[in-house]
């Protein structure tokens, strides 16, 4: 198995313009999870889907942020418009048995 | 309310030397605990998970942690310390064990290792 899949590892784009990032699940496993990593604010935790249902979506900023999960193969994440402040690395992942999770690599990306 | 305290935001120790990095946590309930590591510009990795019987548990690349629910404590320990062990690592908790929900994560610790 590949693991977690996340597309594209690194992004730079300029403020105001829409970006998406893409998580690929671990066949199989029922829930997905979407993180935000920065130096200041640590690991948070944005939205996180079971059986491609959003659960909570608490931790999603504000509504420039918005998820998907049309099929339990593929989540998206879209920030639009982006801004400087919400250059982060971007983590997804997926469910164990024991709650465990499994991390994607990441997307860095940095809004100028 | 659910929480995870990291107490040491960064620590160094020697090469070969012993470690131990520290957590704590809040939970009403037994908790399912684990512990991540992640290296510069990798995702997380997770190390070991405890969910129930012996409360002492092995991990991947030597690590072990206890868990003492009398502390409310699973601290992460190594007998000896290896230069690619520098890192950071995460504890983190379950709050609802046995079905799929999130973990909440801490603070991490900062782990750099001295030649």
């Known amino acids: 198995d590949a693991g977690v899949i996340q597309s594209p590892r690194h992004e730079v784009t300029e403020m105001g313009q829409e970006v998406t990032l893409r998580c690929k699940p671990i066949?199989?496993?029922?829930?997905l999870f979407w993180y935000r990593q920065t130096m200041m604010r640590g690991l948070e935790l944005l939205i996180y889907f079971n059986n491609n249902v959003p659960i909570d979506d608490s931790g999603m900023p504000e509504d420039r942020f918005s998820a998907k999960m049309p099929n339990a193969s593929f989540s998206t994440l879209k920030i639009q418009p982006s801004e400087p402040r919400d250059s982060a690395v971007y983590f997804c992942?997926?469910?164990?048995?024991?709650?465990?999770?499994?991390f994607g690599p990441g997307t860095r990306l940095t809004v100028l | 309310a659910q929480s995870v305290t990291q107490p040491d935001i960064h620590i160094t120790v020697s090469e070969g030397a012993s470690l131990e990095l520290r957590c704590n946590y809040s939970y009403g309930a037994t908790p399912y605990l684990f512990w991540y590591v992640q290296s510069p510009g990798q995702g997380l990795q997770l190390l070991l998970k405890?969910?129930?019987?012996?409360?002492l548990v092995q991990g991947i690349k030597g690590f072990e942690a206890e868990f003492k629910r009398s502390q409310s404590s699973f601290n992460l320990r190594k007998p000896s310390v290896h230069w690619s062990d520098a890192a950071e690592y995460f504890c983190?908790?379950?709050?609802?064990?046995?079905?799929?929900?999130?973990?909440?994560f801490g603070k991490g610790t900062k782990l750099s290792v001295k030649p």
């Open positions: 066949s199989g496993h029922n829930s």
């Open positions: 405890y969910f129930s019987g012996d409360t």
């Open positions: 983190a908790v379950g709050v609802t064990p046995g079905s799929q929900g999130n973990l909440i």
């Open positions: 992942a997926t469910d164990g048995a024991y709650n465990e999770q499994f």
